[in-house]
């Protein structure tokens, strides 16, 4: 049964696609764990596990310019792919940036299984590495989805 709020069957469906992609495109050393990836109010909340985490936040909704027949709402969510640092230049880089290209791969240009209202999907790049992360001794790269949701002008 959905969600009242389209935004939030969103984030469910972004979710079961990122846990469904860990069984078929990852090896032993680059998993995390079904039970590490997780929905949340902030994506760098510190919900963190040394094995590495997935972070799912709601983002602000863009607004197309209406025409007289429709618009485009743009769902967005920030996905955060984390884990403990040890603010070693190089440590981690393979497993987070294996897990960015996993995730733009799944999404970008893409329709959402799940979430039937979005027309189309678009990944927004953001930091490849967090700088306030790393200051706090944690690994987080940003990515954001945004799910186009085409509405009619009543």
């Known amino acids: 049964m959905p969600n009242a709020a389209q935004q939030k069957d969103f984030l469910d469906a972004i979710l079961a696609a990122i846990k469904g992609a860990i069984g078929t495109q990852s090896s032993a050393t680059h998993k995390i764990a079904d039970t590490h990836i997780k929905l ?9 596990v040394e094995a590495g ?7 602000q909704e863009t607004i197309t310019t209406p025409t ?8 967005g969510c920030t996905i955060a792919i984390k884990q403990n640092g040890d603010q070693e230049i190089d440590a981690n880089m393979d497993r987070i ?4 290209q996993v995730l733009v791969d799944l999404f970008q240009a893409r329709r959402l299984t799940g979430f039937s209202a979005a027309h189309l999907l678009l990944v927004e790049p953001r930091a490849v590495f967090d700088p306030g992360a790393w200051s706090a001794n944690q690994d ?15």
């Open 68 to 75: 007289n027949a429709s618009y485009d709402i743009g769902y």
């Open 53 to 59: 985490s997935v972070i799912v936040a709601p983002l």
């Open 40 to 48: 949340a109010k902030h994506a760098l909340q510190r919900v963190m």
């Open 140 to 154: 987080a790269s940003l990515l954001v989805v945004r799910a186009l949701v085409r509405r009619k002008n009543r």
């Open 97 to 100: 940036l294996y897990w960015r």
